[in-house]
């Protein structure tokens, strides 16, 4: 059996209309045509599905079919829509692993219009530090990832730069190194006790790797490492983005010699095609990204 989407289409017509005139102007089609599609369909059917002599009237046969017809019609329909929209990404589940950083600094109003142009999209936002974003990304958990890539998988992932994020001092504000507001060089952190984050290893193929080799404390937890340096128990280095916009205690100073920038961006499994609502979110963040520099 080979029955064509039209034919139901034009059967359907012809029932709603009332008649084969009325149905191949709805169609489009002229009436010798659309009679030759109902033929077909019958044909296929093995069984006529209008009286004859009056085409407009359904044999017991024709009622029978057409509320079927119509259902599939209808569950056609439904499909068809769904799976436009979800070409156009306005359905499905996107799963984002992030740095805290962006998490909190870039990515609420771009997720705000994100949410607002597709609200039928589920959103799932996991924050982790880089190395933890990126291993996440390779074991399947997220579709992207955004933050600075590690080395250690560029083969495995397309990655597409957005910011360059400076990397700076962070003490008290009345420490002494505060009072070099345009920036501080790393020898000034010579002497001072130092406090190792994750972020720190940016330094490591820079002159000021030396300030890494011997910390007073190292420090897994932004939450830990911020109590620490408020209890002025050392001094350590962030990226910019890393750093609290409003801090009453500490203040984030240019690192100018070095020049140390860790490159932010978004990345995926290489080779792989994101999904829609995926390619539609990358697009949103880049572009609100460019806005702001």
């Excluded at 599939?72 to 996107?94: C, N, P, V, W």
């Excluded at 490591?204 to 007073?216: F, G, L, M, Q, V």
């Excluded at 490492?225 to 500490?250: C, I, M, Q, W």
Aim: one cysteine or more; glycine letters at 6%.
């Amino acid at each position: 059996m080979n029955i064509k989407l039209q034919q139901l289409r034009h059967f359907l017509y012809v029932v709603e209309e009332g008649g084969f005139r009325a149905a191949a102007s709805r169609a489009n089609r002229s009436q010798a045509t659309l009679s030759s599609s109902i033929k077909a369909l019958e044909n296929e059917l093995g069984r006529a599905l209008f009286e004859p002599g009056n085409n407009s009237i359904l044999t017991p046969f024709g009622e029978e079919c057409a509320p079927k017809i119509d259902q599939f019609m209808q569950l056609y329909h439904r499909l068809e829509t769904d799976l436009q929209s979800t070409a156009l990404g306005k359905y499905g589940k996107i799963r984002i692993a992030t740095v805290p950083s962006i998490a909190t600094k870039l990515l609420p109003d771009v997720l705000a219009e994100y949410s607002r142009r597709y609200p039928d999209v589920e959103i799932s936002l996991v924050d982790d530090n880089s190395v933890g974003v990126c291993n996440r990304l390779l074991a399947g958990e997220v579709d992207i990832a955004l933050g600075n890539l590690d080395t250690t998988h560029e083969q495995e992932v397309t990655f597409m730069p957005l910011l360059a994020d400076p990397i700076g001092v962070v003490c008290t504000k009345n420490h002494r190194l505060a009072q070099f507001k345009e920036g501080v060089v790393w020898q000034e952190l010579l002497g001072e006790p130092f406090i190792y984050n994750g972020t720190c290893q940016l330094l490591s193929h820079t002159p000021a790797y030396e300030i890494n080799i011997k910390p007073r404390y190292e420090v897994g937890n932004i939450t830990s490492l911020f109590s620490l340096l408020r209890n002025e128990l050392g001094v350590t280095t962030l990226p910019k983005l890393a750093f609290p916009e409003y801090d009453n205690h500490l203040v984030w100073i240019p690192l100018i010699d070095p020049i140390v920038k860790r490159q932010i961006g978004m990345f995926s499994i290489a080779g792989r095609t994101l999904p829609p609502q995926v390619q539609l979110f990358t697009q949103l963040c880049s572009s609100y990204i460019k806005g702001l520099n």
